[in-house]
């Protein structure tokens, strides 16, 4: 509003009009400006603090640090960052965590995951996100344990499936996110989605590469390949027209480039959905 008092000041002493009225207009704008539902635009007055549980791996809790403050410096504008708080376990002890969960010992697990949460609460996190599509299914437990909210990634998944208009897919992750309920069933149930996925022995092979390569950062262009050749027969087998990549180390790997169809990158949608949290922007 300042530079529009001084615009009108200049503009005044230089055609010799009186300053009152024009001063008077000036100070009566709005210090804000509203959008297009009649709410004001976000600010970072009122972010929420996200809290982030990373580290399931550290190679996509990077990614979901750059790409949520991104987004804040592009609805906020400037030089304009996140609230973060990041929590990172130490997947090497973790990983053995999940083995014993692979064999229907989830105790380890579990607490591994509370604690998280409970360290970002103390924090004073607004909420949680998992930064894991696999750990999401222990969303719920920490919901209840802890008493905090968390930003489900399959529902954020699914509306944006369905705000595209797809609804034949094919899921790509873990051997656990692959074929337990909580993820495709969820989605079928909540969103009316097809969802496909690779026969068990290229379940196993995606399994391997995301915990032994992509874990590890390593990007090898021979599993590259295979990816791509894996999703394209499942698409031509199925009709899908969408991928989910749903594990969060599998978009460091493909990418809308290397596929026929509409990609959904979890990474990506999931960090977009906490922003908006974060900024109270409702879709």
């Known amino acids: ?29 709005p210090a804000t400006t509203q959008d297009r539902t009649g709410n004001p635009p976000p600010s970072a007055a009122q972010m929420k603090t996200i809290g982030i549980i990373g580290g399931i791996t ?59 949460a409970m360290r970002l609460k103390r924090g004073n996190a607004d909420f949680v996100v998992i930064a894991s599509n696999t750990m999401n299914s222990s969303a719920k437990l920490i919901e209840r344990e802890v008493g905090i909210p968390v930003l489900q990634i399959a529902d954020a998944v699914g509306k944006e499936i369905q705000r595209s208009g797809v609804k034949r897919v094919v899921l790509l ?26 026969d068990a022995a290229d379940r196993d092979f995606i399994n391997n590469v995301i915990f032994d390569e992509l874990a590890a950062e390593q990007f090898l262009p021979a599993s590259k390949q295979r990816f791509i050749r894996i999703t394209e027969d499942l698409i031509r087998k199925t009709g899908a027209t969408g991928v989910i990549l749903g594990c969060t180390e599998i978009p460091l790997l493909i990418n809308q480039k290397d596929l026929s169809v ?22």
């Open 1 to 29: 509003m300042l530079r529009s008092i001084l615009a009108l000041v200049l503009t005044s002493l230089a055609l010799g009009q009186p300053m009152a009225a024009n001063l008077a207009i000036a100070s009566a704008e």
């Open 173 to 198: 992750g873990t051997k656990y996110t692959m074929e337990a309920p909580f993820y495709r069933d969820f989605l079928e149930n909540n969103f009316g989605l097809e969802i496909f996925t690779p």
């Open 262 to 283: 509409r990609v959904f990158d979890t990474i990506q949608i999931h960090s977009e959905a906490a922003v908006n949290r974060a900024l109270g922007i409702t879709n």
């Open 58 to 116: 550290w190679v996509s809790s990077i990614e979901y640090y750059r790409v949520i403050n991104q987004l804040v410096q592009k609805k906020l504008g400037g030089v304009s960052s996140a609230k973060i708080l990041m929590y990172s376990i130490e997947f090497g002890e973790f990983s053995k965590e999940e083995k014993l969960a692979e064999q229907g010992d989830f105790t380890a697990l579990n607490q591994t995951m509370v604690a998280a």
